[in-house]
């Protein structure tokens, strides 16, 4: 009967779960990350940090046991492995909820089974199971940790405790969404005084689980065709490791972004269920619903621990952090409707209970079905193939950030899509790309962006690189300050002649709900499919249908309530020339419902930037000094504000304080070389300083050879001399 209680208890949610994510499952490659871990996957490669080897391990094994497309065979396990969390799970519950010796078994499954399925259909974890992603595994590990917690505390048995931290370390292994776990089960293993065989034991346990991180090096020094950054020593695998190259998404150390972080959680956390229900299942985790004291201590510090950590990062997909909170709030939740029932003296409050329970699991249901059907959805696979078509045969394409990367390396390297193109990118493929040309040897030191320009400028006739205009940390690449032709989804190197049949090769996938059923990721390249085509027929002279895309480019990403994708969109519009369109999505950045203080100090920058672009400099200054007062160090802003006070300086006659500002913006990292040929050219006609004009034209013309003033200032220099 025990035999069957537990099969029972997993089996339920299991198969209701997985039936559902079954329907709703991406028949190909997903958006997202999803194509770039399968690719990872399938060429037994690095993924992006921290690298996620036990996850490749274990989709490498599927992929060898189950015959099928790749993408779907992996997006299957993604189902299979958020399911069995869903399982696990309802153990996690009946645990929490009910004593061994409960005299009502049937109905202790069926409570159980309904509340993991509600945490099952939640946005955050359906999202996570329709297409492959990490957090599946994670949340299955963390599942069988917490639940042998809980079950050490009942029984007092050091097995328990042992599995407990076994099942942690290898979540470690996977995602640090299983973090929040590892404080409790510290504080408990002191408390217990622990025997030093069980430490002993658990710090045995603990190397061979992160062991399997070994398998970055061992493997990047095998030259696998995914092997982002090489991390080869010590140094550069603790850096993969630790995703360090993503501290820049660590906003939470100032405490208004701090802050911002955690009310935009709050809003996630509502987000999951109908009618605030998961943020209420808080408030059974506080009062004396009927969970053990020792357990609920437990289950609130995972929740606190969870959101105070996760709160650090600004990342805008971040709802998948914030599983462990959602399903133990969601317990709490059916421990608070049992409580309510007993208070109200319903005669058979558990009975009660379940009918509530099941009709919220029916709700959710409904509410997240829509949303999370991605049956139909081939964005990333048309977005890939959109990419490879605009380019010729027998091409280098460099291409850059997710959105591109995941869809075309997974098209390119798993399905065999366009073979005979050479496709690399400054992080994942650069030290394949430094050892077949030879950039190695010429330079051991070079990195992956000067190994592509190396490459697009040594073959300017067949090299293109990809467009991405929505990138929040912007590319690799400044497109503007490059000499490119639009051609599509891609740049042509240099300056050709248009080809005005090379938007027609765009699809534009159609969607019945796109705004239902798309994530942020899938907006982000919906939008940037229509800005490439505007920008080519921008560049044809088509400005009607131009400005048609650029709109429905906006139209893809109005819902977003995340300020820097609007900023993007703004900075591309006044990049193509639409300052109207710019202040709109400005304005609409300032206004969204999730901004830090950082990106409001790149909205003024960037708000300044139109104000210079019109001659109003002093206006200019005014929003250059406000994002200098909300971030002090912003490099933006105190470039541009120099180059405001020059101009206005240049407009007021005053020669020399001009030359002093100009100097000062010259003097941040990164500034445009023409500053040098201003004030070469300020100091030749305004100041009437002959040596330092010349000096200034030389660093010119020895800098910057490519550009058409360098001739300018070769020739001033000879007349100067002459003099």
Not at 150 to 168: P, Q
Not at 332 to 353: D, E, H, M, P, Y
Not at 376 to 400: A, F, H, K
Request: proline share 5%; net charge positive.
């Amino acid at each position: 009967m025990i035999r069957v209680d537990k099969k029972s208890l997993f089996l339920i949610p299991f198969l209701t779960t997985f039936a559902f994510y079954f329907l709703t499952l991406c028949r190909t490659v997903y958006t997202g990350d999803s194509g770039e871990l399968a690719f990872a996957i399938y060429t037994m490669g690095l993924a992006h940090p921290p690298g996620y080897p036990l996850l490749t391990l274990l989709g490498k094994f599927f992929l060898t046991i189950i015959p099928g497309n790749p993408a779907y065979v992996l997006n299957l396990m993604s189902a299979l492995l958020a399911s069995a969390a869903v399982g696990a799970g309802a153990f996690v519950i009946r645990a929490i909820l009910f004593d061994r010796e409960e005299r009502d078994q049937i109905l202790a499954i069926l409570i159980s089974a309904v509340t993991a399925a509600i945490w099952g259909f939640s946005n955050a974890l359906w999202a996570t199971a329709v297409g492959l992603e990490v957090y599946s595994l994670g949340m299955l590990l963390f599942q069988l940790s917490l639940l042998s917690l809980l079950k050490f505390l009942e029984s007092k048995n050091w097995k328990l405790l042992i599995a407990a931290g076994y099942f942690l370390f290898l979540g470690l292994a996977n995602h640090l969404t299983i973090i929040s776990l590892a404080p409790p089960i510290l504080v408990i293993m002191l408390v217990r005084r622990t025997p030093s065989r069980v430490w002993l034991l658990l710090a045995g346990l603990f190397v061979i689980s992160i062991a399997a991180y070994l398998y970055i090096p061992l493997r990047s020094a095998h030259y696998p065709i995914a092997d982002w950054d090489h991390p080869t020593s010590f140094r550069a695998m603790m850096n993969h490791i630790t995703a360090s190259r993503y501290r820049g998404f660590i906003s939470g150390l100032v405490p208004e972004n701090y802050f911002e972080n955690l009310w935009r959680s709050v809003k996630i956390w509502a987000d999951q269920t109908p009618l605030f229900l998961v943020p209420i299942g808080f408030v059974g985790l506080i009062l004396p619903t009927g969970i053990r004291p020792k357990q609920r201590l437990i289950l609130l510090s995972i929740v606190v621990l969870n959101l105070l950590t996760v709160a650090l990062y600004d990342i805008p997909d971040i709802e998948q952090y914030y599983l462990p909170t959602f399903f133990i709030s969601i317990a709490g939740l059916a421990s608070l409707v049992i409580w309510v029932f007993k208070r109200l003296r319903i005669s058979n409050a558990r009975a009660a209970a379940f009918s509530v329970l099941t009709l919220v699991t029916l709700l959710t249901l409904a509410k997240n079905y829509g949303r999370n059907d991605q049956s139909e959805n081939r964005l990333g696979y048309t977005y890939g193939m959109n990419i490879l078509n605009c380019v010729p045969p027998n091409s280098i394409l460099i291409s850059v950030a997710d959105n591109s990367n995941s869809s075309l390396y997974y098209l390119h390297y798993v399905e065999g899509v366009r073979k005979d193109l050479e496709i690399y990118d400054p992080v994942k493929t650069f030290i394949i790309l430094r050892r077949k040309y030879g950039f190695d040897k010429l330079n051991p030191q070079m990195t992956g962006q000067e190994a592509c320009f190396k490459l697009l400028s040594s073959y300017p006739e067949k090299s293109y690189l990809v467009k991405e205009h929505l990138l929040r940390m912007g590319t690799p690449f400044s497109y503007h300050d490059l000499t490119l032709t639009t051609h599509g989804m891609v740049y042509r190197w240099g300056k050709w002649p248009l080809d005005p049949g090379a938007w027609q090769k765009i699809e534009i996938p159609e969607f019945d709900n796109p705004e239902l059923t798309i994530d942020f990721k899938g907006s982000i390249m919906l939008s940037n499919l229509h800005l490439c085509i505007g920008e080519d027929l921008l560049a044809l002279g088509d400005t009607s249908r131009a400005l048609t895309h650029f709109r429905e480019g906006r139209d893809a990403c109005a819902l977003s309530d995340e300020a820097s994708v609007h900023n993007s969109l703004g900075i591309f519009f006044r990049r193509q020339g639409w300052p109207g369109m710019a202040q709109e999505e400005y304005e609409l950045a300032l206004s969204s419902a999730h901004l830090t203080a950082f990106e409001k100090a790149n909205i003024f920058v960037n708000l300044g930037n139109l104000r210079k672009d019109r001659g109003d400099f002093a206006a200019a200054a005014e929003l250059y000094n406000k994002a200098l007062k909300i971030k002090g160090d912003n490099t933006d802003a105190r470039y541009n504000l120099s180059l405001a006070e020059a101009y206005s300086a240049l407009n007021r006659g005053d020669y020399a304080g001009a030359a002093r500002y100009f100097e000062a913006a010259l003097a941040t990292p990164g500034a445009d070389p023409r500053l040098i040929f201003n004030l070469g050219v300020l100091y030749d006609k305004s100041l009437n300083d002959t040596a330092k004009a010349i000096d200034y034209y030389r660093r010119f013309a020895g800098l910057a050879p490519g550009l058409a003033e360098s001739q300018a200032a070769a020739q001033r220099i000879r007349e100067l001399t002459k003099q």
